[in-house]
């Protein structure tokens, strides 16, 4: 780095760059930059033109040193040409005081307005647009720097559209705008500008401006300073919804390597269950493992042996599943997603090998599936599936072929399920709003409807049964249950209906000795019913309100009459019990969006936090504890020694939680907008928290992390989302809902308007989603829609070598750390179709955790070797 002691000490700038510690150094003003080029190739700095630029005769890896004009203008004349460089002082038209010298590649192929706004923030002036001569004469282009203006040293800037009065100095009138011509100057032009050479007025070019000196231009420089390897690169430019953002390189940074990293994703658990917005998906195999769906992953869980597998087939959220007859495959369907890959389909798979058997539904089905059923009485030979599209069409499949048999539209609004007759293959049944029909498939493929409720209707109908001869059995969303029986003619009437719960009914369950248990959605009862004595009430019980309404109920060892059953809950829980004892929880799932992940400094544990107001604490597979705050949870962060948790919540508290039981310590006021985002330097002693208003509130923490002092704020006014703490703790840097990166001074508490100024700064973690070091996290190209790709969440090892990526389609992305260029490669997964909220890695950096999507899914990955 150049020393701040001489006036006239120079900077290279292709991205100019300012400290605030400079302010009030030696020389004029006491204002340097920090080297940075537009001019250097092959790790040699190439000369400024004419009789003006860097040493001669020094060894290659060196830069001269500048130590006066003078020396600069007594430069060999035969040592550069003048076209690739100049040399000139730069000073801010409200504040003489504030100047610099710069070496400019004339070359550059960056816009010349570019060009002055990078010259302005070297002098700490926002929105320079203007440069004028001392004799108040424009400069427009980097020709006129080449041609007229080739011999003047000193330019003035300016942020305004005409240069004031007395800007230049005393007694210097800025001329009054007229056409510019070269030929033309008359009497205005500076007797320095009449005695220019013909050569030094050649006209430039009109090929492009290259980035670099030619080879013939090089010149190899030495002095007592190291060679900088400041600006090997220009700055990065990404475009973020149509906006470019441009970001400066640091003065040091790791080599960059585009390669894909070494390690690979690979699916380690899936904790929650998704009840909160589904319908029946919660099984019993052979095996005893339970089956059900998070996200895009179908997950079997091993209890007795405290294990999963995970079929992972699916690129986007599953809608509905079924399992055949043999229970030994299972039939899912998922959503569509925005590209080709990611097309509404269904997917016939082994729960053994957990391999795909056969996949059909492609460009057939429109914006999902909405229920999928196999054929009984043949053995499951057949599957029908109902499109989420507008037509709602039902269709046929004789699966093990591809073949489609039939398909009609049913242009029935709120389709919620569909199903086989169990003793006709060809009689299909499909309800819902104001929704209950049969229809018959004839051979020719064509289908004959009879609705049994009639349009228009009220009644909501959420499930269907069957008793053993075939009568159907429905619930609704009143808490009736209806069974229709058949008559001689074939015609179905209502045999009998009684009200069985309080509102909505969520699932029926029918057992082998003629017991039927529903599910109350609302009334989280669950009730049993003696088929055989004209539906007498055995029996009842409620659940408790943690636990949620009932979303599916199915037997622990079907075939069994034991009475034990496992529910799934409308809040994202699995409970296993019987209607004779209490229910135990088996898993745990938080009850709305998951936005909030902190990871243990030294501990491979770590705590989430919702919208169900809860906060968990986990170690790996295993729930430590729940605590309800009586808050929704959008941050977290763990304090420096792993005693202390600190929560934001969305109405603007903080709340510091004992992270050994669980415990709430304390609850702060901070402001009346959610925090979006809580992190404590490196040494623990104060803690930042960054809100929806745009401003950083920032508290002194005692040792233990569990007192806190305000000590003020500063104030923004663009809401943050993400925060990250200087190494030194002398800075914050913000990201934006627009995704600016901010930056913040600490101690003077305002914001730091000049991201050069920053470049160098070493920041403690990599929470921000954008930056010159993850700049090719954006608009890469091996993207399937790189333009239109979000990232939402970034974190990055402790070794600084990789760094994980989430965006809002549910992508979650590795790649080497630096990633700066938008070919950098990457390994890949895809589980959630909603945005993925958070991701951090574990203490140790074998595992990362990920959470997000529309069902609060919480998931644990391992890094494994390729």
Avoid at 825 to 842: I, Q, R, W
Wanted: glycine share 10%; aromatic share 10%.
């Amino acid at each position: 780095m150049f020393d701040s002691e001489e006036e006239s000490a120079f900077v290279i700038l292709t991205a100019p760059m300012y400290h605030p510690h400079h302010y009030g150094g030696g020389g004029i003003g006491g204002i340097y930059s920090q080297p940075a080029s537009y001019g250097k190739k092959n790790g040699v700095w190439y000369a400024s033109p004419g009789n003006q630029g860097w040493g001669s005769g020094a060894a290659p890896g060196r830069l001269g040193r500048k130590p006066s004009v003078t020396e600069v203008d007594n430069m060999p004349s035969g040592s550069l040409k003048p076209s690739a460089g100049r040399v000139i002082r730069i000073i801010n038209s409200h504040d003489h005081s504030v100047q610099c010298r710069v070496l400019l590649n004339l070359r550059t192929s960056q816009p010349f307005e570019e060009v002055l706004e990078d010259l302005g923030q070297v002098l700490k002036m926002i929105g320079a647009k203007k440069m004028y001569t001392s004799n108040g004469q424009e400069v427009r282009s980097f020709s006129q720097l080449r041609n007229e203006f080739a011999e003047v040293e000193t330019f003035y800037l300016s942020n305004t559209p005409s240069l004031p009065v007395g800007a230049l100095g005393p007694g210097v009138i800025p001329p009054s705008p007229g056409r510019r011509s070269r030929s033309r100057l008359g009497g205005s032009v500076p007797d320095d500008l009449s005695k220019t050479t013909a050569r030094q007025r050649a006209r430039s070019k009109s090929r492009p401006r290259v980035l670099y000196a030619p080879e013939n231009e090089l010149v190899r420089a030495s002095s007592d300073y190291p060679l900088l390897d400041a600006m090997k690169e220009e700055p990065t430019r990404i475009t973020i919804r149509g906006l470019r953002r441009t970001f400066y390189p640091p003065l040091h940074h790791p080599p960059i390597d585009n390669a894909p990293p070494d390690k690979k994703l690979s699916l380690f658990w899936v904790h929650g269950y998704r009840g909160i917005d589904s319908k029946r998906n919660l099984w019993v195999l052979p095996s005893g493992e339970l089956l059900y769906y998070v996200a895009a992953v179908a997950v079997l869980y091993d209890r007795e042996e405290d294990a999963q597998r995970h079929y992972t087939g699916h690129t986007e959220d599953i809608m509905c599943m079924e399992v055949h007859p043999s229970r030994e495959l299972v039939g899912s369907g998922q959503r569509a997603g925005r590209d080709r890959k990611s097309q509404a389909h269904v997917r016939i798979w082994s729960t053994e090998s957990l391999q795909t058997l056969y996949v059909f539904g492609m460009g057939e089905l429109d914006s999902g599936v909405i229920a999928v059923a196999f054929s009984q009485l043949n053995g499951g030979s057949y599957i029908l599936a109902v499109d989420a599209g507008r037509e709602s069409i039902l269709s046929v499949w004789q699966w093990q072929w591809g073949h489609l048999l039939g398909k009609v539209a049913t242009l029935q609004e709120g389709i919620w399920g569909a199903t086989f007759h169990p003793l006709d293959d060809n009689l299909l049944i499909t309800h819902g709003r104001g929704h209950l029909a049969f229809w018959h498939r004839r051979k020719d493929g064509f289908f004959e409807k009879t609705d049994i409720i009639k349009p228009p209707s009220r009644t909501f109908v959420t499930c269907v049964q069957f008793e053993p001869d075939g009568d159907v059995i429905t619930a609704d969303s009143d808490g009736f249950i209806t069974i229709y029986s058949v008559d001689a003619d074939g015609a179905y009437f209502v045999r009998m209906e009684f009200e069985a719960h309080n509102k909505a009914i969520s699932c029926l369950v029918m057992l082998s000795e003629g017991t039927l248990i529903s599910g109350g959605e609302k009334d989280r009862k669950i009730a049993a019913w003696d088929s055989l004595q004209n539906y007498k009430r055995i029996t009842d019980i409620k659940l408790p309100e943690s636990a949620g309404g009932v979303r599916s109920i199915y037997p622990q060892r079907p075939g069994r009459n034991d009475g034990n059953i496992y529910v799934g809950t409308t809040r994202n829980n699995i409970l296993e019990g019987s209607l004779q004892r209490r229910f135990n929880q088996v898993i745990f799932g938080h009850g709305k969006h998951l936005w909030a992940l902190a990871a243990h400094p030294d501990d491979e544990v770590f705590a989430t936090g919702g919208h169900d107001k809860y906060v968990a604490l986990w170690r790996r597979q295993k729930l430590i504890w729940t605590t309800s705050v009586g808050y929704e949870i959008i941050a977290l962060a763990f304090h420096p020694y792993g005693a202390a948790l600190a929560a934001g919540s969305s109405e603007g508290h903080l709340i510091v939680i004992n992270a050994e039981n669980g415990a709430t310590m304390l609850t702060i006021r901070v402001c009346g907008s959610p925090l979006n985002a809580v992190e404590f330097n490196q040494v623990g002693d104060m803690i930042a928290i960054g809100s929806q208003n745009g401003s950083i509130y920032l508290f002194r923490v005692s040792r233990d992390g569990f007192s806190y002092k305000k000590i003020n704020k500063i104030r923004g006014s663009q809401p943050l989302t993400h925060l990250d703490w200087s190494s030194e703790g002398n800075f914050l840097q913000s990201v934006t809902v627009d995704f600016d990166l901010l930056f913040w001074d600490v101690k003077s508490l305002s914001p730091e308007k000049s991201p050069i100024a920053m470049k160098d700064v070493k920041w403690l973690t990599s929470n921000s989603t954008v930056g010159f070091l993850v700049a090719g996290l954006w608009n890469n190209r091996y993207y399937p829609s790189p333009s239109n790709t979000i990232i939402t969440t970034t974190a990055r090892t402790a070794a600084q070598d990789l760094v994980a990526a989430g965006d809002a389609d549910g992508y979650l992305r590795l790649f080497r750390y630096p990633c700066i260029t938008p070919r950098a490669e990457f390994t890949e997964a895809k589980v959630y179709s909603g945005t993925l909220a958070c991701v951090k890695f574990l203490y140790g950096n074998h595992s990362l955790v990920t959470v997000g999507g529309t069902d609060a899914s919480l998931m644990i990955w391992e890094l494994t070797e390729e």
